[in-house]
């Protein structure tokens, strides 16, 4: 079974909204686009930088760096657009009785 953190009740992420938490050095940002969550690591591949930190364009389902403006499938943690060429780790999110929750293992 995997191992999961609570992010909040799902009354504090408003659609539109994120939400950063960690999880010992580990930090997930975690999006709601619509009612629908997305959790991505909160690292830019380019320079290690903070990432869920930036702008996100919910009608295209990206992430976009605030140091280099690099863009980020929110679905994937593929980047779309240079100076990152690198992946990063997207979690699987669940709503457990009313709670958000982030598989992380």
Known sequence: MPAE??????????????KIVRAGELAIGV???GGE???IEDRCSHD???LAEGD???ERLVVICP???SEFDLRSGRPLSLPAYL???TYEVV???GLIKVRVA
């Open 87 to 89: 992946p990063v780790d």
């Open 31 to 33: 999006f709601n686009v």
């Open 67 to 69: 140091r280099h403006g």
């Open 56 to 58: 996100f364009d919910p």
């Open 48 to 50: 290690d930088g903070p």
């Open 37 to 39: 969550y997305f959790a």
């Open 95 to 97: 709503v457990e009785d």
């Open 5 to 18: 953190l609570t992010v909040c009740p799902v009354d504090e992420l408003p659609p539109g909204e994120v």
